[in-house]
């Protein structure tokens, strides 16, 4: 739909990076917004890419194929992160031995993008489900900064997936929008802290966007039309359009931004 300008902003990017951010690790890589990542990234300079995913080996040996013909050598590692901390950990220690194996050193990029809706009204409630979108959602992505924090090399950049809801209040994802409002919160408490290795922590919101995680209502007959009415920019979001904010946030263009949230919802109830 909209192939030309994000793969133009692509190319801008890639002439001005990555001298610095040579090996980058998406969660969620396998699908959706992380693959989109996972490939601008490659195409932005990134050397080592490691796609993280937690059951689609088939779609994330996909993206493996599309990092590799970017020029990168993209990597696979599996983790179940509605283990929470316990998933991060294991994360973690499988991307170092990654790292040391290919001779690079550290993280420049670190990408939290792996996350479930659990879509659940108030009345709707369970505690599983709660529990496991906090975990997937918010306590996966602090624990793994955590266990990376000395791996993440200085000028580096952390980027965290938020949601437009953290914004847009979303009576039909309460526990989605306290686990995103969280992570908004959280990355920016760390902020301060890896800001004294010239590290910056940014999060981006986007809305409503062309992946799995809508499959099950996006087409609907009307929804794709109600999406795009509530955007001012009047359309559906589309996987690259988020992938190249992050590719600038994990740009040395963006070295002045830290302990952000940009907004990627086209303008969703302005
Ligand atoms: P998606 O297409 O459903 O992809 C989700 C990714 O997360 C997959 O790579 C999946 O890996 C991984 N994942 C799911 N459960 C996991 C678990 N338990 N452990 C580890 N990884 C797990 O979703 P998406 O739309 O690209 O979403 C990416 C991020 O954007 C999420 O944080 C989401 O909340 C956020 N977001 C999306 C939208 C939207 O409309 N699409 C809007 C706002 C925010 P496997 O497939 O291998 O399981």
């Given at each position: 739909m909209n192939a030309t300008i994000p793969h133009t902003c692509n190319v801008t990017i890639a002439t001005e990076v990555?001298?610095?951010?040579r090996t980058a690790l998406i969660t969620?890589?396998?699908?959706?917004i992380g693959a989109a990542v996972a490939v601008a990234l490659a195409q932005g300079g990134a050397t080592l890419v490691g796609i993280h995913y937690a059951r689609d080996s088939t779609a994330a040996e996909a993206v493996v194929e599309r990092v590799n013909e970017a020029g990168a050598s993209g990597v696979l590692i599996r983790a179940?992160?509605?283990?929470?901390a316990a998933g991060a950990a294991h994360l973690a220690t499988r991307w170092r031995d990654e790292v040391r194996r290919h001779d690079a050193r550290g993280t420049d990029v670190l990408v939290s993008n792996a996350g479930i809706n659990g879509a659940q009204s108030l009345s709707e409630l369970d505690e599983g489900t709660v529990a496991r979108v906090v975990n997937v959602n918010l306590v996966a992505p602090l624990m793994l900064v955590h266990h990376l924090s000395d791996h993440i090399n200085d000028h580096g950049r952390v980027i965290g997936i938020s949601s437009g809801f953290a914004r847009i209040a979303a009576p039909t994802h309460v526990a989605y929008t306290a686990s995103k409002a969280g992570l908004e919160a959280a990355f920016r408490a760390i902020a301060a802290e890896l800001a004294e290795r010239d590290i910056t922590v940014n999060t981006v919101r986007p809305g409503v966007?062309?992946?799995?995680?809508?499959?099950?209502?996006?087409?609907?007959?009307g929804a794709r039309d109600a999406v795009a009415a509530a955007a001012a920019l009047r359309r559906v979001g589309q996987p690259d359009d988020v992938a190249d904010i992050v590719a600038f946030l994990a740009?040395?263009?963006?070295?002045?931004?830290?302990g952000q949230s940009l907004d990627a919802t086209g303008g969703t109830q302005l």
């Open positions: 990555d001298v610095h951010h969620g890589g396998s699908r959706g179940d992160l509605a283990e929470g966007i062309d992946t799995d995680i809508n499959a099950d209502w996006i087409n609907e007959p740009s040395h263009s963006s070295r002045w931004m830290t």
